[in-house]
């Protein structure tokens, strides 16, 4: 399974998305606002917990932040950029 689709099962189960699929979810969807999968500022807190619990990643600048979590692609690259995952 690629780090993507392990991200988009990661987000689905511990945001507790409902009405969503992993296959509905692009690698480049945005996913906070009304373009995107549409989380919000307290799933952005779950996500980064999220990628603490599973891969040992920390995010601590916001700018950073914003720029990690635009995307499961831009997630993924970070994930790979701090543990060397394929």
Do not use: C, W
């Not at 509905?24 to 945005?30: A, P, T, V, W």
């Not at 932040?65 to 995952?85: H, I, P």
Request: glycine share 4%; proline share 1%; no cysteine.
């Amino acid at each position: 399974m690629s780090l993507e689709n392990e991200l988009k099962e990661l987000i689905i189960k511990d945001l507790k998305l409902v009405d969503i699929t992993p296959e509905e979810i692009k690698d480049d969807d945005f996913l906070f606002g009304d373009e995107g999968i549409g989380l919000d500022s307290l799933d952005a807190v779950e996500l980064v917990v999220l990628l603490q619990k599973h891969y040992q990643v920390e995010t601590k600048d916001l700018e950073e932040s914003r720029e990690v979590f635009t995307s499961v692609k831009t997630l993924a690259d970070y994930v790979r950029s701090k543990t060397g995952a394929a």
